[in-house]
């Protein structure tokens, strides 16, 4: 069974009156352990559908189950509880919070979910992304590839079905996108599902699978030859 299934879906937003069609008839599917990377110029509707996909935002029409489940039907509440318990999510800004250290950014997403051993769970996830040793630095004394490795941390905590990443390297210099890039390749191989919108090709090409938005539409769904995607740097 795919983790992942989008049906037809349709995505309308009415702004002042009108109409904007952001996504027309979207069909996919993403098995487990899938590394994908959604590709499109601005307003294709690949950030609408990373937030439909995020359960941040609901379909107009069509149907989104994820794990088997038809999400587009739950309750808000319900919503909620499976984005901070089966969702990581990653932004271009990183969103740190910044007057807490690393770890207590980290430690954020099981505040809200209530689940102990926090501390121990944290230091895990930052040395999991290489920063284990920074945990105690505020945001403002990080890189910016390391506030990024700080939010894969935060994303990672929970133990997610999946990771969803907007943009992740969109403020990084380019040697700094190539590391980021390489830690999002080693989770993958190591089973993680993650679904990766980027406008940059040589970001993509770290994917297995690249899926081409144009005109709120799927227009090319190409699997990488061999699966490998760019070698970890």
Known sequence: MSLI?????EKVYRMDGVEVRALRGVTMTVDPGEFVAIMGPSGSGKSTCLHILGCLDRPTAGTYRLEGVDVSTLPDAELARLRSR??????QSYNLLPRLPAVENVELPMIYAGVP?????ALAALEAVGLRERARHLPTQLSGGEQQRVAFARALVMSPAIILADEPTGNLDSATA?????LVQRLSRQGMTIILVTHDAEVASYA???IQFRDGRVVRDTTVRGGGGRPTP
């Open 208 to 210: 297995r699978r690249i």
């Open 5 to 9: 299934e989008l049906e037809d879906v």
């Open 117 to 121: 051993d926090r501390r121990a769970r």
């Open 86 to 91: 089966r969702l990581g999510f990653v932004f």
């Open 178 to 182: 190539r590391e980021i890039m390489g």
